[in-house]
């Protein structure tokens, strides 16, 4: 293979692997975007839980003071009845009493169903803020991995650009623009195999006088439908 062409296509190389680091940095990041998330939502249940859980109490506070005050008034009531003057009058105390015993029962209930109402929320606060526990650790583990695989994955990137920078360094002026300004508009395609009579970029079928000039030249080939620097299929050589 002409020497130049044998540059472009280890620089296109290079510049594909370096290109291939970022998606690989983000699905690391994704994978611990996943496990924050569920944190995040499980911080959301708990605080909600516990909106619910304080709600219920003061709900619960309000019907004591209630209670406290219908007991005072029953007090009063009964206090009454030893100066009630007619019928009427005790009909209308009586009338008050069995008001006030209603809403003593009512309030009761209400503190039966509220109390209910707390131990069970109190319950599933606990599952939850367990689960958070858990969901903590695993993140704070998954976390080390992560960054631990980020690291290794930058050093390789490190890695590439350096042998990149060293065998620009060695490629001809010329050739390395004329690879970027391919590389401008044909990205991580500007050098391609040629398979089957195929530009691998294009998919484009070479005529046959275009191929046997390919198959012969000791130049830089360019494909003729797109402009690619193309290479003999090294597999294709192989069979
Ligand atoms: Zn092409």
Do not use: E, I, P, R
């Given at each position: 293979m002409n020497k130049h062409l044998e540059q472009l296509v280890k620089l296109s190389k290079f510049d594909k692997e370096i290109v291939g680091f970022d998606p690989q940095i983000k699905t690391q990041n994704d994978k611990l975007n996943v496990f924050l998330k569920t944190v995040d939502e499980l911080g959301g249940k708990i605080n909600k839980i516990s909106l619910e859980i304080e709600d219920a109490k003061s709900k619960r506070m309000k019907n004591d003071i209630h209670l406290k005050d219908l007991a005072e008034k029953l007090k009063e009531i009964n206090a009454k009845y030893d100066i009630v003057k007619n019928e009427k009058e005790a009909k209308a105390l009586q009338l008050e009493e069995e008001i006030a015993k209603e809403q003593v029962a009512f309030a009761n209930n209400e503190i039966v169903r509220l109390d209910g109402i707390v131990t069970s929320k109190e319950s599933a606060l606990d599952e939850l803020k367990n689960e958070l526990a858990t969901e903590e650790s695993d993140v704070e583990e998954l976390r080390i991995a992560i960054s631990k695989n980020i690291e290794e994955l930058e050093v390789k990137r490190e890695v590439v650009y350096k042998e990149k920078s060293e065998l620009v360094e060695k490629i001809d002026g010329k050739i390395l623009s004329f690879y970027e300004k391919i590389k401008r508009w044909?990205?991580?395609?500007a050098v391609v195999e040629l398979k089957n009579q195929a530009?691998?970029?294009?998919?484009m079928k070479l005529t046959n006088r275009a191929y046997s000039d390919f198959l012969v030249t000791e130049e830089i080939f360019t494909c003729p439908h797109c402009g690619r620097i193309v290479y003999k299929s090294l597999t294709e050589v192989a069979e």
């Open positions: 044909a990205g991580n395609t530009c691998y970029g294009c998919h």
